[in-house]
């Protein structure tokens, strides 16, 4: 179980990096935009790393504080989730 847990979050914040990318080059060619609640929805089903990687790497985002707090607990409760799953495994 823990296996495909960590599979599924690398996945989704592989994905959540990309979409950042995406909506950040949007912006810079004023085309249509990813809304913010689809980018935090990202980060909370387990894309929260992808989320605060590409909020750095392409300077997206960082400036709004809710994203930031979304995120930083989304990290907070799956890194809980997976300790758990390692507890429960021994």
Same mark, same amino acid.
């Given at each position: 179980?823990?296996?495909?847990?960590?599979?599924?979050?690398?996945?989704?914040?592989?994905?959540?990096? =990309?979409?950042? +990318?995406?909506?950040?080059?949007?912006? $810079?060619? &004023?085309? *249509?935009?990813?809304?913010?609640?689809? %980018?935090?929805?990202?980060?909370?089903?387990?894309?929260?790393?992808? =989320?605060?990687? +590409?909020?750095?790497?392409?300077?997206? $985002?960082? &400036?709004? *504080?809710?994203?930031?707090?979304?995120? %930083?607990?989304?990290?907070?409760?799956?890194?809980?989730?997976?300790?758990?799953?390692?507890?429960?495994?021994?």
């Amino acid at each position: 179980m823990l296996k495909y847990f960590l599979i599924y979050c690398a996945v989704i914040s592989a994905l959540t990096f =990309a979409v950042y +990318g995406l909506d950040k080059h949007a912006a $810079k060619a &004023k085309l *249509w935009r990813t809304p913010e609640r689809r %980018l935090l929805l990202f980060g909370m089903a387990g894309g929260a790393i992808g =989320a605060i990687l +590409g909020m750095l790497f392409f300077h997206h $985002k960082t &400036k709004k *504080w809710y994203f930031w707090l979304v995120n %930083l607990v989304s990290i907070i409760l799956y890194t809980t989730a997976v300790c758990l799953l390692i507890l429960h495994k021994s």
